[in-house]
């Protein structure tokens, strides 16, 4: 089982919609919760990172975390064409300092 | 302010031949990481450095993978020799002292890793 999980895509979702993307993780132990966006031959960008079960909003983007499903998702609202890249999931697992990745998300937002 | 830094982006070597990727971190950052993904795979974590010591270098897949920071400011990671599943893309990342990553720390754009 990895640690991180994310559904490959492509999520394709059309331009104003909400892109829902969605990762599980296998150690409950697990503190912090990131998500990064790559566009292709880029670095990864953090745009989110949650600590406490619920909801985390910041303009367009809402990160939420529930603990006990061990399932963090991501809520793009009025995607853009420009939204278009993978997500990545990662996690910090207890007792650690490095990122565990989620292999990541491949959004499409269709003008 | 420049960003975290990595030479070549891009390497095309043949199997058995060494390489060396550099990495250059943001100025005053004492973390330091090494990650990698290969093809169809997340990226994975290879080592950690504070300063010029390994704090955690438990990724390094095997005995070709040699990292160092010698004096605490850039890095290098040297793969001898290299197999074609060494084939990847290598990225960096620094952060300051004390912080976590939802603070000041950046990846590099990656060095793209072609063993032929």
């Known amino acids: 089982q990895k640690e991180v999980e994310q559904n490959s895509g492509p999520l394709s979702v059309p331009e104003g919609a909400i892109a829902s993307l969605n990762c599980t993780y296998s150690d409950r132990g697990s503190q912090s919760f990131f998500w990064y966006r790559q566009y292709s031959g880029k670095s990864p960008e953090l745009i989110m990172f949650i600590y406490s079960n619920g909801d985390k909003e910041d303009g367009r983007f809402t990160a939420q975390l529930n603990k006990a499903s061990q399932y963090v998702s991501l809520l793009i609202r009025d995607s853009q064409p420009s939204d278009s890249a993978t997500y990545l999931c990662?996690?910090?697992?207890?007792?650690?300092?490095?990122?565990?990745f989620g292999s990541g998300t491949r959004l499409q937002v269709q003008p | 302010e420049a960003g975290v830094t990595q030479f070549p982006s891009h390497s095309v070597i043949e199997k058995g031949q060494t390489v060396t990727l550099r990495c250059d971190p943001i100025s005053g950052h004492d973390n330091l990481y090494w990650y990698r993904r290969v093809m169809g795979k997340e990226i994975k974590f290879l080592l950690h450095?504070?300063?010029?010591?390994?704090?955690?270098e438990s990724g390094m897949p095997n005995n070709r993978f040699l990292a160092e920071r010698t004096g605490g400011t850039y890095s290098t990671l040297k793969v001898q020799p290299a197999e074609l599943e060494d084939s990847g893309v290598y990225f960096c990342?620094?952060?300051?002292?004390?912080?976590?990553?939802?603070?000041?720390?950046?990846f590099g754009q990656g060095t793209r890793l072609t063993v032929v």
């Open positions: 450095f504070v300063k010029e010591s390994k704090q955690d």
């Open positions: 990342a620094s952060s300051p002292r004390g912080s976590t990553w939802d603070t000041e720390a950046f």
């Open positions: 990662a996690a910090t697992p207890p007792g650690r300092r490095a990122l565990t």
